[in-house]
């Protein structure tokens, strides 16, 4: 069974930064499987795709309008993915949900949120001064 839970996220200023992590668990496996993606839904608005990572190689994929400012990462030992969020701006504000797929292959893809199979329950990153 997959389960991921989200956590980090909270109040910062403009300018400020936050960590957002994704523990991942498929019980009753050890081992963790599925490439991630962060996504996240401001109020009124369609969701939207932010990053992605191929677990195995950590090649990496982000929307551009975070590009230079949030970094994805993963901890293979602890099945735990990252985003880094730095310089965050107001229109980062949203609800940022982690999720899972077992195998994709480019950019259309990963940023496509009908490829994924498992979702976490979101965490909210408000970002206001």
């Known amino acids: 069974q997959v389960r991921l839970v989200e956590s980090g996220g909270g109040l910062v200023q403009p300018g400020g930064s936050l960590r957002l992590s994704c523990a991942a668990s498929?019980?009753?496996?050890?081992?963790?499987?599925?490439?991630m993606g962060w996504w996240r839904q401001a109020p009124g608005k369609d969701r939207e795709f932010v990053a992605a990572?191929?677990?195995?190689?950590?090649?990496?994929f982000y929307t551009d309008s975070v590009k230079g400012r949030f970094t994805i990462s993963r901890d293979n030992a602890k099945n735990t993915m990252y985003l880094q969020m730095n310089s965050l701006k107001p229109e980062d504000t949203a609800v940022y949900f982690c999720?899972?797929?077992?195998?994709?292959?480019?950019?259309?893809?990963?940023?496509?949120?009908?490829?994924?199979?498992?979702w976490g329950q979101g965490t909210q990153v408000t970002v206001s001064s």
């Open positions: 999720a899972a797929l077992y195998s994709c292959t480019g950019y259309e893809c990963y940023s496509s949120d009908y490829e994924y199979d498992y």
């Open positions: 498929d019980s009753p496996y050890l081992t963790w499987n599925y490439d």
């Open positions: 990572i191929k677990w195995t190689e950590g090649q990496t």
